[in-house]
T-cell receptor, first 117, second 110 residues
Framework: SAVISQKPSRDICQRGTSLTIQCQVD?????MFWYRQQPGQSLTLIAT?????????ESGFVIDKFPISRPNLTFSTLTVSNMSPEDSSIYLC??????????????FGEGSRLTVL | RKEVEQDPGPFNVPEGATVAFNCTYS??????FFWYRQDCRKEPKLLMSVYSSGNEDGRFTAQLNRASQYISLLIRDSKLSDSATYLC???????????FGTGTRLKVLA
C-alpha cells in the first residue's frame, strides 16, 4: 500500500485568491491523480500528473485554472486558481498500487476540504 | 448515459439484514472492478476488488457479470459500522483511468 499525505487538510479562502494543495507519497510512483469531490457527489478526475511532463487534464478542466506540478516521483501540487464558491469541494490526491503486489487499486490522501466564500 | 451507474439510495436496513447493491458500467472493454467504501468526511478506501469468478471476504461478496456489464456487492449480517457510502469503480478499458460511480448510501439501523 501507499501512504499519502496531503496538506492543507482544510482551508477557507476568499473569492479570487488561489490555493496550492500539496501531496506527498511514501514511495516513488509514476502517475499521481488529482480528483475533486463536490458536496454530495462522487469523485471526478481532474488530471493525471506524470513526472517530467505536463499533466493530462480531463474534459472540463484546464491548466490555467488547475495548474499542477510534479517535480519528482513522490510529490505533486495542485493549485486552484482565481477561486469562486463553485470551487468549494474536497480535492483528493491518489496513486495506483503496485500491480505486482496489489490488485492495482487506488490509494487516496485524506483530502483537502476547500471552502470559498 | 453515465459510464458507471449506481442507485444512490439511501438504503436503510436493520442490523443483521442482508443488503445488495448493483452497479452497471457502459464500457465493455473495462478490465478492473472495485468496490470502495467512503465514510462521511473521509477519503475512499478499497473494500474489495471484483473478479470474474466472484469473490468473498467475510460478510461481503462481490460478483461480476461481464455479459450484462454489472457488478454487485452483497453484505450479510449488516452491522452498524457498515453504514457508509459504497462506490463502484471501474477502470476504463485500455487506460489507467478509474471511473467512479455516484455511490450508494447505506444506513444500518439499531
Amino acid at each position: 500500500s501507499a501512504v499519502i499525505s496531503q496538506k492543507p487538510s482544510r482551508d477557507i479562502c476568499q473569492r479570487g485568491t488561489s490555493l496550492t494543495i500539496q501531496c506527498q507519497v511514501d514511495s516513488q510512483v509514476t502517475m499521481m491523480f488529482w480528483y475533486r469531490q463536490q458536496p454530495g457527489q462522487s469523485l471526478t478526475l481532474i488530471a493525471t500528473a506524470n513526472q517530467g511532463s505536463e499533466a493530462t487534464y480531463e474534459s472540463g478542466f484546464v491548466i490555467d485554472k488547475f495548474p499542477i506540478s510534479r517535480p519528482n516521483l513522490t510529490f505533486s501540487t495542485l493549485t486552484v486558481s482565481n477561486m469562486s464558491p463553485e470551487d468549494s469541494s474536497i480535492y483528493l490526491c491518489s496513486v495506483e498500487g503496485d500491480r505486482e503486489t496489489t490488485t492495482g487499486e487506488l490509494f487516496f490522501g485524506e483530502g483537502s476540504r476547500l471552502t470559498v466564500l | 448515459r453515465k459510464e458507471v451507474e449506481q442507485d444512490p439510495g439511501p438504503f436503510n436496513v436493520p442490523e443483521g439484514a442482508t443488503v445488495a447493491f448493483n452497479c452497471t458500467y457502459s464500457n465493455s472493454a473495462s478490465q478492473s472492478f472495485f468496490w470502495y467504501r467512503q465514510d462521511c468526511r473521509k477519503e475512499p478506501k478499497l473494500l474489495m476488488s471484483v473478479y470474474s469468478s466472484g469473490n468473498e471476504d467475510g460478510r461481503f461478496t462481490a460478483q461480476l457479470n461481464r455479459a450484462s456489464q454489472y457488478i454487485s456487492l452483497l453484505i450479510r449480517d449488516s452491522k452498524l459500522s457498515d453504514s457508509a457510502t459504497y462506490l463502484c469503480v471501474v477502470t476504463s478499458g485500455g487506460t489507467y483511468k478509474y471511473i467512479f460511480g455516484t455511490g450508494t448510501r447505506l444506513k444500518v439501523l439499531a
